[in-house]
């Protein structure tokens, strides 16, 4: 299974668009960034990846584009469009979430309430947000859990989440989100805890699911390795903005952010195997002191001075491949 081999038509309907976006936290330093002026779209039937560090504003955006940025966090401005419609519009938001647009969340065991049984939480959400009632319920909670893989699927309605292994929950997470028949899943670090094979196992459900029903997925990662097994399309995401854009193999074969390049020459690859393993250096950016310039300035061995001073523009350099460097120069702002 690979993402790679199914490449976005750009005739694709856009589904998603997310334009100039920026979620704010207010803190003792000032106002921290989460997001800052992001610009993302997603196509029906696409598989796109948002990869970046921990603390990179991945999760936060995800947050935001179903209105479930809590305070004291706050939309500061931009839109985020679902098929037109703005998604910050709360009534649209309530309207959408759960329905057409789904998120798998990072930890099951958090998501999973731990008094109920997985039987009982789905029949909540089919009666509250699918509309069904009686047998109707349990006949779609059987077949949520028979469509992702889980054996006994009577059995395990009666089960609570601590009895279920981690593949297991991430499963019941899946289905949940799936009860709905959404249009688009987000799909936040869905196999983080897991080990590999099982990993795999839910990748592979994902991407099954997602080719079978037609169904859009969002992954948010800091694993490229799911990126490159999963995903169509890539945006490498630092300090809240997004600073490449690129197909899946073109992102591989030849990225152009330092940051990007950064990532791909800090992880073991089977293909590469005689390039040696090196890590990005320095810190990750304070986000209380944004710098004036680029955000990777003080970890870039190819800053000068124009990096110093203004955020580089998210620039295209070629059919389908975005970058915002100042040492890539070309094309016009996105």
């Known amino acids: 299974m ?13 589904l998603l668009e997310i334009k100039d976006l920026t979620v704010g936290f207010p ?4 106002i921290v960034r989460g997001v800052d002026s992001l610009n993302l779209n997603v196509g029906s039937h696409e598989r796109l990846g948002v990869v970046g560090e921990s603390g990179s504003g991945k999760t936060v955006m995800g947050l935001a584009i179903l209105g479930m940025v809590l305070p004291p966090g706050r939309i500061m401005g931009g839109t985020v469009l679902w098929r037109g419609e703005n998604v910050l519009d709360e009534a649209v938001a309530n309207r959408v979430r759960g329905r057409e647009i789904a998120m798998i969340f990072q930890d099951p065991m958090v998501s999973l309430n731990p008094l109920k049984t997985v039987g009982a939480q789905l ?5 509250r947000r699918a509309g069904l009632d009686g047998a109707d319920i349990r006949r779609r909670s059987l077949e949520l859990l028979d469509m992702v893989g889980i054996a006994n699927p009577h059995d395990r309605l009666k089960s609570y989440a601590f009895e279920l292994s981690g593949g ?8 949940t989100a799936l009860a709905c028949e959404p249009t688009l899943l987000i799909a936040d670090e869905p196999t983080t805890g897991l080990d590999v094979t ?25 694993d490229l390795g799911v990126v490159a097994q999963f995903c ?38 089977v293909d590469r195997a005689e390039i040696e393993l090196a890590g ?21 061995a190819e800053a000068h001075d124009a990096c110093r001073q203004a955020p580089p523009p998210l620039a295209k350099i070629a059919e389908r491949r975005w970058v915002a460097c ?7 702002q996105t």
Request: hydrophobic letters at 35%; glycine letters at 8%; a neutral charge.
């Open 27 to 30: 803190t003792r330093d000032g």
């Open 326 to 332: 100042y040492n890539r120069p070309g094309g016009s």
């Open 198 to 222: 099982i990993q795999d196992q839910i990748l592979t459900l994902l991407h099954d699911l997602s080719t079978d029903l037609g169904v859009s997925v969002l992954m948010i990662t800091h």
């Open 2 to 14: 690979n993402g790679a081999g199914t490449s976005t038509d750009t005739r694709t309907e856009r």
């Open 168 to 175: 297991m929950r991430q499963r019941v997470m899946i289905a």
């Open 123 to 127: 029949r909540e959400l089919l009666k």
């Open 280 to 300: 990005i250096p320095g810190e990750p950016l304070d986000r209380a002191n944004f710098p004036a310039g680029c955000a990777f300035e003080p970890r870039c």
């Open 232 to 269: 169509d399309r890539v945006q490498v995401m630092y300090a809240g903005r997004i600073v490449e854009r690129a197909p899946i193999t073109d992102l591989f074969a030849d990225p152009q952010h330092p940051y990007s390049s950064g990532l791909l020459q800090s992880v073991p690859r």
